[in-house]
C-alpha cells in the first residue's frame, strides 16, 4: 500500500472527527443571520489547510462570503490543478423531520448525518486530508495544487465570477476538479459530463393592502392565492412541457451519442419510483426519466405561501401570496433571456386586481458539458477503474454547479466531477448523510488522483 494511503488508515478516526466539527458550523449562505457562521466556517477551513502543510492559505473578500484559498507549488514542469468545494449547505427546513438536530453530527452504521455531510463538507474535506497525508508522508505535492473553497454555491455563486476575473493570474490552472457532484452507485462509479445550467426568482402576488374578512369582502375583492394559483398553473402544457413563449427556441436535440450512452446507465424506472415512495412518474412526454432529469430543462415551483395555515380554520382573504421558482436549462439556452420570458409569461396571465412584485433574480448559470474524451476524464476513468473495479460510467447531472461554467468562461479550463457522494444521501433533504466509507474512499481517490495527473498529461 502507498505509503500515504496507510497513514489514511492509520489516521481514519482523527479525519472522522474533523469532520464531525466542520459539520457543526451552520453555514446557511441563504440566511442573513448566519453571516457570522459563514466566516467562522471559513477561518476553521483556512486552518484546515494550514495545518495540512500548504505555504501559502488566505481567506479572500467578496462582495458576500470570503473565498479560501491555499496552494502548493512544485516544480516549473508540473502541471498545475485547482480544487474547487464549497463550504456553505442548504436551509434545514423542515426541522421537525430531522431526527436528530442537523448541526450535532452523529454516526450511525457507518453514516455520518448533518447538513452539509454529503454537499459538500465531507467531499470537500477529502482532498484538504489527501493533500495533507501526501505532505506528511512525503514532504510535497507532486504537481502544483490550488485550493478554492467558497461559500455561495447554494445560493447560485452570484460573487465568484467577478472574483474569478479579478483573480485570473493566481487561479491560472491547467485542470480543476469540484469535489461537489457525486458517483452513480456505492459500487459503481460515474463521471459526469453535463450540468444543467439554473435561474430562479421569487413572485410575490399583491392584492388589497391587508387581511380581509372572507366572509364580509368575499366574491368581490381579489384573493392573491387564487391569482397565484392560475398564474401557476398556467406555467406547463398538459404534456409536462414548459409553456412559456420561446423556451424551447434554444434548447438542443438529444443526438444519438447522448442517447446511446444513457441507455447504458444501470437504471430502472420502477426501482427509481419505489425509491422515492411515489406511484407514478411524470415529465415532459416522449423522454425517458434520465433524458427528463439530465438533458431536458424544467421549471419547477420550490415554494408557495401566503394567507393562513395554522391549526384549524382562519376566514380571511390574504393580502398578499408568494412562489419561488427555479428553471434548469440545457446548453445554448441564456437564463437571462428565461427569466424575461416566465416575467413576460406571468404578466400576461395574471387576473385582474392584483399586483406583481419579483425577487431574487440572479444571473444564473448556463449549462456545462465536458469532452468525453477530455484528458482529465481519462485520468479520473483510470483512478476509478482501479478503485472500484470496474469503469465509471457516463452520466448527465440535472443539478446545477454555475462555478463550472464560470471556470470554462474566465479561465478557459474544463472542470472534471471528482467527487463521492451518492443521490441517497439526502442532501438538500432532512436527514442528510454521507457515507465514511465513501469519506475514505474519496482520500485515497484524490491522493491517486494528483499523483496520476503528475504523471501524464492534465489538459
Given at each position: 500500500m502507498n505509503r500515504f494511503e496507510s497513514y489514511l488508515t492509520e489516521h481514519q478516526a482523527?479525519?472522522?472527527?474533523?469532520?464531525?466539527?466542520?459539520?457543526?458550523?451552520?453555514?446557511?449562505?441563504?440566511?442573513?443571520?448566519?453571516?457570522?457562521?459563514?466566516?467562522?466556517?471559513?477561518?476553521?477551513?483556512?486552518?484546515?489547510?494550514?495545518?495540512?502543510?500548504?505555504?501559502?492559505?488566505?481567506?479572500?473578500?467578496?462582495?458576500?462570503?470570503?473565498?479560501?484559498?491555499?496552494?502548493?507549488?512544485?516544480?516549473?514542469?508540473?502541471?498545475?490543478?485547482?480544487?474547487?468545494?464549497h463550504y456553505d449547505v442548504q436551509p434545514v427546513d423542515p426541522l421537525d423531520q430531522w431526527r436528530h438536530p442537523p448541526f450535532a453530527p452523529y454516526v450511525s452504521d457507518d453514516r455520518i448525518y448533518a447538513r452539509g455531510a454529503s454537499d459538500d463538507k465531507g467531499n470537500l474535506l477529502a482532498p484538504v486530508i489527501a493533500a495533507a497525508a501526501m505532505l506528511k508522508t512525503r514532504g510535497r505535492l507532486p504537481l502544483t495544487v490550488k485550493f478554492l473553497f467558497e461559500g455561495e454555491e447554494e445560493i447560485g455563486s452570484p460573487n465568484l465570477d467577478s472574483f474569478i476575473r479579478r483573480n485570473r493570474d493566481r487561479l491560472a490552472c491547467d485542470l480543476i476538479l469540484s469535489a461537489d457532484g457525486g458517483q452513480w452507485a456505492e459500487d459503481q462509479p460515474?463521471?459526469?459530463?453535463?450540468?444543467?445550467?439554473?435561474?430562479?426568482?421569487?413572485?410575490?402576488?399583491?392584492?388589497?393592502?391587508?387581511?380581509?374578512?372572507?366572509?364580509?369582502?368575499?366574491?368581490?375583492?381579489?384573493?392573491?392565492?387564487?391569482?397565484?394559483?392560475?398564474?401557476?398553473?398556467?406555467?406547463?402544457?398538459?404534456?409536462?412541457?414548459?409553456?412559456?413563449?420561446?423556451?424551447?427556441?434554444d434548447v438542443r436535440e438529444i443526438d444519438a451519442r447522448e442517447k446511446a450512452l444513457m441507455a447504458r446507465l444501470p437504471f430502472e424506472a420502477a426501482r427509481f419510483k419505489t425509491a422515492l415512495g411515489l406511484n407514478d412518474l411524470c415529465g415532459e412526454a416522449g423522454f425517458t426519466p434520465l433524458e427528463q432529469i439530465g438533458l431536458r430543462p424544467t421549471l419547477e415551483f420550490n415554494g408557495i405561501w401566503g394567507g393562513f395555515s395554522g391549526a384549524g380554520l382562519k376566514t380571511v382573504i390574504p393580502a398578499e401570496a408568494h412562489a419561488k421558482i427555479t428553471c434548469r436549462l440545457v446548453p445554448d439556452q441564456d437564463p437571462r433571456r428565461v427569466i424575461a420570458q416566465l416575467q413576460q409569461h406571468v404578466e400576461r396571465h395574471a387576473p385582474r386586481g392584483v399586483s406583481i412584485g419579483w425577487r431574487y433574480i440572479e444571473k444564473g448559470a448556463r449549462a456545462y458539458r465536458v469532452p468525453l474524451d477530455h484528458p482529465g476524464n481519462r485520468a479520473a476513468a483510470d483512478v476509478l477503474?482501479?478503485?472500484?473495479?470496474?469503469?465509471?460510467?457516463?452520466?448527465?447531472?440535472?443539478?446545477?454547479?454555475?462555478?463550472?461554467?464560470?471556470?470554462?468562461?474566465?479561465?478557459?479550463?474544463?472542470?472534471?466531477?471528482?467527487?463521492?457522494?451518492?443521490?441517497d444521501e439526502q442532501y438538500h433533504a432532512p436527514n442528510e448523510f454521507f457515507r465514511l466509507s465513501s469519506f475514505k474512499t474519496a482520500q485515497i481517490a484524490y491522493g491517486r488522483m494528483l499523483d496520476r495527473l503528475a504523471a501524464g498529461e492534465a489538459a
Open positions: 482523527e479525519f472522522v472527527d474533523a469532520l464531525r466539527h466542520f459539520l457543526t458550523f451552520p453555514s446557511v449562505s441563504s440566511l442573513p443571520e448566519h453571516k457570522g457562521d459563514m466566516l467562522e466556517t471559513a477561518r476553521w477551513l483556512a486552518d484546515q489547510l494550514r495545518q495540512a502543510g500548504l505555504e501559502t492559505v488566505e481567506l479572500l473578500s467578496t462582495k458576500g462570503n470570503p473565498v479560501v484559498y491555499g496552494e502548493w507549488p512544485a516544480e516549473a514542469d508540473k502541471p498545475t490543478v485547482l480544487i474547487y468545494g460515474g463521471l459526469t459530463i453535463g450540468l444543467r445550467g439554473i435561474c430562479g426568482c421569487q413572485i410575490d402576488i399583491q392584492g388589497a393592502g391587508s387581511d380581509l374578512h372572507s366572509g364580509h369582502y368575499g366574491g368581490a375583492v381579489p384573493n392573491p392565492i387564487r391569482a397565484l394559483a392560475q398564474i401557476l398553473a398556467a406555467l406547463h402544457q398538459a404534456d409536462g412541457r414548459v409553456a412559456l413563449d420561446g423556451f424551447y427556441d477503474t482501479a478503485i472500484y473495479a470496474k469503469p465509471p460510467v457516463y452520466m448527465w447531472e440535472g443539478g446545477s454547479i454555475p462555478v463550472t461554467s464560470i471556470f470554462l468562461d474566465q479561465l478557459n479550463v474544463y472542470t472534471i466531477g471528482f467527487s463521492f457522494g451518492l443521490d
